[in-house]
T-cell receptor, first 117, second 115 residues
């Protein structure tokens, strides 16, 4: 149980275009999901907290107009990288908190590698 | 503010020998602490967690960690390394009682296991 999927697993896009990444909780409902960014050989940095039915909460330094988050259902959150630039190339990872689980339990997706050319 | 420091960016052990991955934390609250493992091209997997119960926590795949408040440490150990343990390991702290459940990740330790 507690599986989180991400789609796509890899995406290459041209500079200036937008890319949407999906995060789904497959066998549980998740009111809260999280989006992280991981640079090569570095740690995960929390970008934003996504709450179903409300606006996302962004961490300091993360541009909310560039990284659009939509959490329209209890099993799906999307991250859209708008007007992508090469410096947006990174590994994006989502996690989802099981609404039934004890506090703190987050389940992670496999990640999406974005390359902007 | 909370933070974690992983003291070693790389650790190399021989198969069958003990593993020690070090982690120190800083927290204004009673922390919740976790160890996650990330294999290449795979998602993060929870190894174990401490949430103010027993200070010695046993996890999956033979790993365990001990919460030592006096040393602000949460080191990860395993008695005997296996080749399949080669991966990146992250020590993580979370704010107890925080509704956001934010996880603060350490910089990671890459474990190499030599045959």
């Amino acid at each position: 149980g507690a599986v989180v999927s991400q789609h796509p697993s890899r995406v290459i896009c041209k500079s200036g275009t937008s890319v949407k990444i999906e995060c789904r909780s497959l066998d549980f409902q998740a009111t809260t999901m999280f989006w992280y960014r991981q640079f090569p050989k570095q740690s995960l940095m929390l970008m934003a907290t996504s709450n179903e039915g409300s606006k996302a909460t962004y961490e300091q330094g993360v541009e909310k107009d560039k990284f659009l988050i939509n959490h329209a259902s209890l099993t799906l959150s999307t991250l859209t990288v708008t007007s992508a630039h090469p410096e947006d190339s990174s590994f994006y990872i989502c996690s989802a908190r099981d609404d039934r689980a004890i506090l703190y339990e987050q389940y992670f997706g496999p990640g999406t590698r974005l390359t902007v050319t | 503010a909370q933070s974690v420091t992983q003291l070693d960016s790389h650790v190399s052990v021989s198969e069958g020998t003990p593993v020690l991955l070090r982690c120190n934390y800083s927290s204004s609250y009673s922390p919740s602490l976790f160890w996650y493992v990330q294999h290449p091209n795979k998602g993060l997997q929870l190894l174990l967690k401490y949430t103010s119960a027993a200070t010695l926590v046993k996890g999956i795949n033979g790993f365990e960690a001990e919460f030592k408040k006096s040393e602000t440490s949460f080191h990860l150990t395993k008695p005997s390394a296996h080749m399949s343990d080669a991966a990146e390991y992250f020590c993580v702290v979370s704010d107890l009682g925080g509704a956001t459940n934010k996880l603060i990740f350490g910089t990671g330790t890459l474990l190499a296991v030599q045959p």
